[in-house]
């Protein structure tokens, strides 16, 4: 059983829009969580995202029934700091499990013991292939005019997300 998001939140847990994330912070990592930050907040884009992973990720299984696997959310959220910080498993593993801002990006609070095994990211997060990754990549491309059709500021989340 896959579920999108988990709709129930739980103590301790931020809501993704809401995680502070270190404005002056040079590092790789509050940069691509404040990308996925900014598709969460839009919901349309989210709901492409939501629709185009729900499509994608084992079409063939029925996601109804089985047991509870990751949710697409944390799937997209791996995928995306293992490729654009260019990581291997091992250090994804560290980072899903012991950095902070990762864990709430996660939909993890501070009292959710829940921690991610090697084998389980390395199976779900190869689910992204070229393809899927190159439909993703529109989704944020566009979310990324839309931004600039609106007057905000440059979209240099959308260009730090999928690096080439």
């Known amino acids: 059983m896959r579920v999108v998001q988990n709709t129930q939140m739980h103590i301790g847990e931020v809501d993704v829009s809401r995680i502070l ?61 293992r490729l654009d910080l260019n990581i291997d498993y091992d250090r994804l593993h560290e980072l899903v499990n012991q950095h902070n801002s990762i864990r709430q990006m996660l939909g993890h609070g501070l009292f959710d013991p829940t921690s991610y095994h090697y084998q389980t990211l390395k199976d779900n997060v190869t689910l992204f292939t070229p393809e899927l990754l190159d439909k993703i990549n529109q989704i944020v491309v566009e979310a990324g005019h839309e931004l600039v059709k609106k007057g905000r500021r440059s979209p240099a989340w959308a260009l730090r997300l999928f690096r080439s």
């Open 21 to 81: 994330l270190d404005p002056k912070s040079r590092d790789d990592i509050p940069q691509v969580l404040r990308g996925l930050q900014q598709l969460y907040k839009d919901p349309a884009t989210r709901a492409k995202l939501f629709q185009l992973l729900d499509s994608e990720i084992a079409p063939q299984i029925d996601k109804r029934t089985g047991r509870p696997g990751m949710t697409l959310w944390s799937i997209f959220v791996c995928g995306v700091i």
